[in-house]
């Protein structure tokens, strides 16, 4: 009789254990549904840049989700052609919570498009090369450390710009 209750007790526990696993899951469904964007496109607004000079990264971003309206937060990374697993700088790591915020898009119609846009300023002391650039789209959790981030899209290093010297920039004569 005893060791009957205690099967019964090991089958209720295990039932809410998996009960609390598929409620934890059904919540983080929920959280994305119908929540998506795309990245459409991507440029440069250069691609020979020198040490010390600013480059834009712009993306165009489409609302392709079933919500009416809805906000995501673009992450930037920029990496050395060999080194793309080590990002030398990445939005979401190395800017203070003032300027990753700026990189938070609200308010996208569904099937509306927008724009980002981030001012890169090419450090003095980057050693020639070339560079790469991806563009993430993030739901704002990764923006304010949210339980449950996602990334939406990703440009994955379609993009590269290469840095020379200051001293190598051409003077117009006048």
Known sequence: MLGEIASYLGIIAALIA???????????????????FQIIHTELSARIVYQGSPIIVSAIVKNTGRKAVATYYGVIKIAYAYGLQNPIHDTDRDL????????????????QTSHLDYEYRV????????????VEIWNPHQLYGGKYPKCFDTSEWNMNFE??????QCHSVP
């Open 18 to 36: 998996i009960g609390g696993f598929f409620g934890h899951l059904a919540r983080r469904v929920q959280a994305f549904e119908g929540w998506d």
């Open 123 to 134: 450090p003095d002391e980057l050693p020639i090369g070339i560079y790469y650039v991806s």
């Open 96 to 111: 203070p919570l003032s300027n990753k915020s700026r990189l938070r898009i609200a308010d996208v119609v569904k099937s």
């Open 163 to 168: 840095v020379l010297r200051k001293e190598e």
